[in-house]
């Protein structure tokens, strides 16, 4: 009989979902060194939570993230609560002896993510963070290439997140429009994903230089939140929106190449449009997460008059985690992403090794994001470094 690994769950609205997703799918399509045990969904309310549990398949449910962490029956917290939630419970889990996987960004600040790395690695459990948009087998790909030194010398990034959910203005203020309860906009929610990428994929930042831009500055009152949407409004109250609806920035990575990037909810017609086009000296990359099975590459020492992008249909069994899923070009999605990073990290917890993306990286991405903050405060470059 394989051991267990006993998960608690904090969280149950879209992310919650996604995990859930993934935790129950993962052992039909990967070998997994332990079985996945449910065991608790945590949510406030004890209704909306056992309802919950049920649908998505939890065994048993607690109502005080306090009491989960200090559980003997847990071995894993999984934090996919509203950001502002995050460092309260992950401290909690870290004290508990728990490793903890949490949804991005870290925390509300580039403080609070320091003192849950701090709290983490003194705890000495493994921590990993949600940044999921690593795991598209594509994404795996473009980095091999580059590691393989295909690219040479990278000159450029330039990446994108681009949504149009918010643009109505009648759209009511939910908690990712809510600066106590998410810390920052589309740069927090859209824009740390695509600095993910750019220091997995080129390295570090070094200086950063940006404008943000509220475009709808108040909206109606939300009701009772459901995935990124809310029911009515109390009362049809305004109230001001006190985040950043888009951000720009340009860069320096420590290597020398150029960043130019953008985070908004204001591009109509993109509806979940993570984008990157990666130029180096023997070659480029680009990637749509729109068309996630998908990779181009431009390989400059092609034959001359034969030289053209290619596209790689990433959906064969020599593609990165593509042996676990289906026959050739039978593609994958978003929840798959899920899948490939949770396995990662109990293979990770299993081998009793460092988990990648971790706390680590997630303090690293706050550091970038409240540099490009200050940047606009200030209408001067930021070296990241200095914070
Ligand atoms: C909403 O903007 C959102 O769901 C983000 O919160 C996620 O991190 C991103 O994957 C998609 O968009």
Not at 114 to 135: D, P, S
Not at 192 to 205: K, N
Not at 217 to 238: T, W
Request: charged residues 25%.
């Amino acid at each position: 009989m394989k051991k267990s690994i006993r998960f608690g769950l904090v969280g149950y609205k879209f992310m919650g979902k996604a995990h859930s997703n993934a935790l129950a799918r993962l052992p039909m399509f990967f070998d997994l060194p332990a079985e996945i045990d449910r065991a608790v969904l945590c949510g406030r309310d004890p209704e909306w939570v056992r309802d919950a549990a049920d649908k998505l398949g939890w065994r048993e449910i607690e109502t005080d993230y306090k009491k989960l962490c200090e559980r003997s029956d847990i071995d894993v917290i999984d934090i996919t609560a509203p950001s502002n939630a995050h460092k309260d419970i992950a401290l909690a889990a870290a004290a508990g002896g728990k490793h903890i996987f949490c949804e991005k960004p870290l925390a509300l600040t580039l403080a609070d993510s320091r003192e849950m790395l701090e709290a983490a690695n003194k705890a000495g459990v493994r921590h990993a963070i949600g940044f999921n948009y690593r795991f598209a087998p594509a994404v795996q790909l473009a980095k091999k290439l580059i590691d393989e030194g295909k690219l040479g010398k990278i000159f450029h990034f330039r990446g994108s997140f681009l949504q149009d959910w918010i643009i109505d203005p009648e759209f009511p203020k939910v908690w990712r429009l809510d600066k106590k309860v998410c810390g920052s906009g589309s740069l927090g929610d859209l824009g740390a994903h695509v600095i993910d990428m750019a220091r997995f994929l080129v390295g570090d930042i070094k200086t950063v230089t940006g404008m943000a831009k509220t475009f709808v500055p108040f909206r109606p009152a939300a009701g009772r939140m459901e995935g990124l949407s809310a029911s009515g409004n109390s009362g049809g109250a305004l109230e001001p929106v006190d985040v950043d609806d888009a951000t720009s920035f340009v860069c320096e990575f420590e290597n020398g190449a150029l960043g130019l990037f953008e985070a908004t909810r204001f591009a109509q017609g993109h509806k979940n449009d993570m984008s990157f086009e990666v130029n180096g000296e023997k070659g480029s990359i680009r990637f749509h997460f729109e068309r996630m099975n998908e990779l181009e590459y431009f390989c400059a020492s092609d034959e001359p008059g034969e030289q053209g992008w290619r596209l790689i249909q990433v959906s064969e069994g020599i593609h990165p985690y593509w042996a676990h899923w289906w026959p050739t070009g039978h593609v994958i999605g978003f929840p798959e992403t899920f899948c490939h990073e949770l396995y990662e990290f109990i293979r990770c917890i299993d081998e009793q090794r460092d988990c990648a993306p971790n706390f680590a990286d997630g303090v690293k991405c706050a550091q970038i994001m409240e540099a490009v903050d200050l940047s606009v405060e200030r209408r001067a470059w930021v070296d990241v470094d200095s914070l």
